[in-house]
T-cell receptor, first 117, second 112 residues
Framework: DGGITQSPKYLFRKEGQNVTLSCEQN?????MYWYRQDPGQGLRLIYY???????QKGDIAEGYSVSREKKESFPLTVTSAQKNPTAFYLC????????????????FGDGTRLSIL | RKEVEQDPGPFNVPEGATVAFNCTYS??????FFWYRQDCRKEPKLLMS???SGNEDGRFTAQLNRASQYISLLIRDSKLSDSATYLC?????????????FGGGTRVLVKP
């Protein structure tokens, strides 16, 4: 079955610790995205990537880092610089539209809930 | 003004009734629109795209009003299973890279 797999489902971070959230897709999608969702709020874009070895900051990139070494994988690291990391993190992917624009619907993984210990 | 706005609700709907709600967007150049459904503590799932001429998928109808800059979602014959948060997505196509913005969601509660 094609889809997006996020792991782990739940993650706890100690103060000063970096943690990495995994996102893998076998949909052959070029574009991948990371979002953060806080309780009762909409999704906010952290980082996105339209091609291997390239990625761009979203609206709230501070305190996060990503890599895109393979088309299938887009891990997100929540660094110790992110002072309020508790949230629901969602990874998504999409095909690219015409002229390489991402105007296609996104498909989401089932998320990772990150909390501070 | 937020780029994409939704009434957070909740919209309390009797089972079998019709409910409709809107999503307004601020940039008139926005080109692609979608509705997603999100269940509590789950990921958003694509419900339907929104086409210029309006489109229907079973009990769900999506409309786009470019003049007034909003999209709408109408649910007919509401089922208990329609209870969820409905998120709109607006995509602005730009040469420097598209901008995709989610609304904050509208919560719908269908009650017996």
């Amino acid at each position: 079955d094609g889809g997006i797999t996020q792991s782990p489902k739940y993650l706890f971070r100690k103060e000063g610790q970096n943690v990495t959230l995994s996102c893998e897709q076998n949909l052959n999608h070029d574009a991948m995205y990371w979002y953060r969702q806080d309780p009762g709020q909409g999704l906010r874009l952290i980082y996105y990537s339209q091609i291997v070895n390239d990625f761009q900051k979203g609206d709230i990139a501070e305190g996060y880092s990503v890599s895109r070494e393979k088309k299938e994988s887009f891990p997100l690291t929540v660094t110790s610089a992110q002072k309020n990391p508790t949230a629901f993190y969602l990874c998504a992917s999409s095909i690219l539209g015409g002229r390489g624009n991402s105007n296609q619907p996104q498909h989401f993984g089932d998320g990772t809930r990150l909390s501070i210990l | 003004r937020k780029e994409v706005e939704q009434d957070p609700g909740p919209f309390n709907v009797p089972e079998g009734a019709t409910v409709a709600f809107n999503c307004t967007y601020s940039n008139s150049a926005s080109q692609s629109f979608f509705w997603y459904r999100q269940d509590c503590r789950k990921e958003p799932k694509l419900l339907m795209s929104v086409y210029s001429s309006g489109n229907e998928d079973g009990r769900f109808t999506a409309q786009l009003n470019r003049a007034s800059q909003y999209i709408s979602l109408l649910i007919r014959d509401s089922k208990l299973s329609d209870s969820a948060t409905y998120l709109c997505v607006v995509i602005l196509i730009k040469a420097a890279g598209n901008k995709l913005t989610f609304g904050g969601g509208t919560r719908v509660l269908v009650k017996p």
